[in-house]
């Protein structure tokens, strides 16, 4: 099994829609992160949790909230989907092990499109 | 801002030959710089991370340099092979424990 689970892989929705994007990992890490990937913007952060309580918007939150719902699931959620908001997501984990800065670890993906 | 620039976008090689990629960051404050690899429509894998303390970083065929004072970072990959073709990116965690991530070269390896 991955360590880092994102579901659904791939979803069509339409416009105004609430859709909820789900992170489960086994790393037992206390960060968790939310990106976007699109064709020639490289990858912009919606939102981050350092743990269960800490939760901070990135560059680009407008639109999308999160819920940390344990330390292992981190939850993306577009309250009324927009077709610009079609592309790739990445749910990552983190830690900070002992003063160094630990690897980001990503999940496969998840695929929405609006249409 | 951290800026994170990776150049060339693009790169073809025949196979067997080695290569290297680049990433320069704007910003030497950084905790430590990853390499990861994505195949199309797929996750990132991690290649090599270089903590900021550490000046080279090397797995099999690959062999990763960190900079850090001049902003720069290379991958080197040693006899490239087909299976190598993929997009590699390069991402810095800065001293606010944000990443940030260039747009990646596309490589591709040709038989």
């Known amino acids: 099994d991955a360590d880092v689970t994102q579901t659904p892989r791939n979803r069509i929705t339409k416009t105004g829609k609430r859709i909820m994007l789900e992170c489960s990992q086994t790393?037992?890490?206390?960060?968790m992160y939310w990106y976007r990937q699109d064709p020639g913007l490289g990858l912009r952060l919606i939102y981050y949790?350092?743990?269960?309580?800490?939760?901070n918007k990135g560059e680009i939150s407008d639109g999308y909230s999160v819920s940390r719902q344990a330390q292992a699931k981190f939850s993306l959620s577009l309250e009324s989907a927009i077709p610009n908001q079609t592309a790739l997501y990445f749910c990552?984990?983190?830690?900070?092990?002992?003063?160094?800065?630990?690897?980001?670890?990503f999940g496969e993906g998840s695929r929405l499109t609006v249409l | 801002k951290q800026e994170v620039t990776q150049i060339p976008a693009a790169l073809s090689v025949p196979e067997g030959e080695n290569l290297v990629l680049n990433c320069s960051f704007t910003?030497?404050?950084?905790?430590?710089l990853q390499w990861f690899r994505q195949d199309p429509g797929k996750g990132l894998t991690s290649l090599l991370l270089?903590?900021?303390?550490?000046r080279e970083q090397t797995s099999g065929r690959l062999n990763a340099s960190l900079d850090k004072s001049s902003g720069r970072s290379t991958l080197y990959i040693a006899a490239s092979q087909p299976g190598d073709s993929a997009t590699y990116l390069c991402?810095?965690?800065?001293?606010?424990?944000?990443?940030?991530f260039g747009t990646g070269t596309s490589l591709t390896v040709i038989p």
């Open positions: 910003d030497s404050a950084i905790y430590n």
């Open positions: 990552a984990t983190s830690d900070w092990n002992r003063g160094e800065a630990g690897e980001l670890f």
């Open positions: 949790s350092f743990d269960v309580k800490d939760i």
């Open positions: 790393k037992g890490h206390d960060r």
């Open positions: 991402a810095v965690r800065n001293t606010g424990n944000q990443f940030y």
């Open positions: 270089i903590q900021s303390s550490q």
